[in-house]
C-alpha cells in the first residue's frame, strides 16, 4: 500500500503543483487574480482524480476486489497528504524564491477591488482583513498552515467520497456488480 500511496500522492502533487506555478506565473505577471482562485480548486479535483485511481487499482489488484471504507479512506487521506505536503513546498520555494511580493500584489489588487465593489463600512473592515492577512503570511509557519488549509480539505472530501465509492466488504459485492 505504501508503493501506491506515494506513487500516486507524487502524481496528484506533482499536477497540482504544476498548475499552481503556471497559474501564479500568470496572476504574478499579469496582474489578473479573478477566476484563478476557482480554477485552482478545479485543479486539485483534477489532480486528486489519483485518490480514486490509487485506491481502486489498490483494491482491484492486491486486495482481490475488497476494501472496508476505513481502509480506503485512509489510502485516499495519505495520499492527499503526500500531495499536499508536496504543494506546500512547491509553494514554499515559488513563493520565496521567485514571487516574493506576491502577498503585496495580491492585497493592492484585493483593495482595489473592494474599493470598487463594497460601499461605505464595510470598506474599511475588508482592507483591514486583507492587511492582517498579509501580516500573517510574513511568518512561515503561517505560509505552510495557510497552504495545507488551502488544499488538505478538498482532498479530505475527494477520499470521503472515494471511499464511499470504493468499498467492498464481500466477494458476494464484487460478484453481483459484475
Known amino acids: 500500500m505504501k508503493k501506491k500511496v506515494w506513487k500516486y500522492g507524487l502524481i496528484a502533487g506533482a499536477l497540482v503543483s504544476l498548475w499552481m506555478v503556471a497559474s501564479i506565473a500568470y496572476c504574478y505577471s499579469t496582474q489578473q487574480f479573478e477566476g484563478s482562485i476557482w480554477l485552482g480548486y478545479a485543479s486539485m479535483i483534477i489532480a486528486f482524480s489519483m485518490i480514486f485511481v490509487g485506491v481502486k487499482n489498490y483494491r482491484d489488484k492486491e486486495l482481490n476486489g ?3 471504507f476505513g481502509k480506503a479512506f485512509k489510502m485516499g487521506l495519505t495520499i492527499s497528504l503526500v500531495a ?3 504543494y506546500m513546498l512547491v ?5 520565496y524564491v ?3 511580493d506576491f502577498m503585496d500584489k495580491f492585497t493592492e489588487h484585493s483593495i482595489s ?9 464595510e470598506v474599511k473592515a475588508k482592507i483591514e482583513e ?6 500573517l503570511y510574513k511568518n512561515p509557519l503561517m505560509v505552510i498552515l495557510f497552504t495545507y488549509l ?3 480539505p478538498v482532498g479530505l472530501v475527494v477520499s470521503l467520497i472515494t471511499a464511499f465509492i470504493l468499498k467492498r466488504k464481500n466477494k458476494e459485492t464484487v460478484l453481483s456488480r459484475n
Open 66 to 68: 475488497i476494501i472496508s
Open 84 to 86: 499536499s505536503t508536496l
Open 91 to 95: 509553494w514554499l520555494i515559488d513563493y
Open 98 to 100: 521567485f514571487v516574493p
Open 113 to 121: 477591488q473592494i474599493q470598487e465593489n463594497i460601499d461605505g463600512t
Open 130 to 135: 486583507m492587511n492582517s492577512m498579509k501580516e
Open 150 to 152: 488551502e488544499i488538505l
